[in-house]
């Protein structure tokens, strides 16, 4: 499985802002103490907005799924 954030044309489909920030996300996946799947969202690079909305696009053998998310993140 190959998750990324969207393509720059996978926003515009989907008429969501698409800003250079969101370039400093990195995704991966790992398995959860139950078993299940996950997702880890991070950035090596401080975040000072109070929320972000972005597209991930997750990639597999047979398949491919494109998914909105927004994150509300505490600053301090």
């Keep these: ?3 990324s954030l969207a ?4 926003f515009s489909n ?3 802002e698409r800003p250079y920030l969101l370039t400093r996300l990195k995704f991966e996946t790992f398995q ?9 969202v991070y950035s ?4 000072s907005e109070p929320f972000l909305n972005f597209l991930i696009e ?10 909105e998310f927004s994150i509300l993140l ?3």
């Design 1 to 3: 499985i190959k998750v």
């Design 7 to 10: 393509s720059p044309e996978a």
């Design 14 to 16: 989907a008429n969501v």
């Design 32 to 40: 959860k103490e139950n078993g299940k799947a996950a997702i880890r």
């Design 44 to 47: 090596r690079q401080p975040i």
């Design 58 to 67: 997750v990639n597999w053998p047979k398949g491919q799924l494109v998914r």
């Design 74 to 76: 505490d600053i301090q």
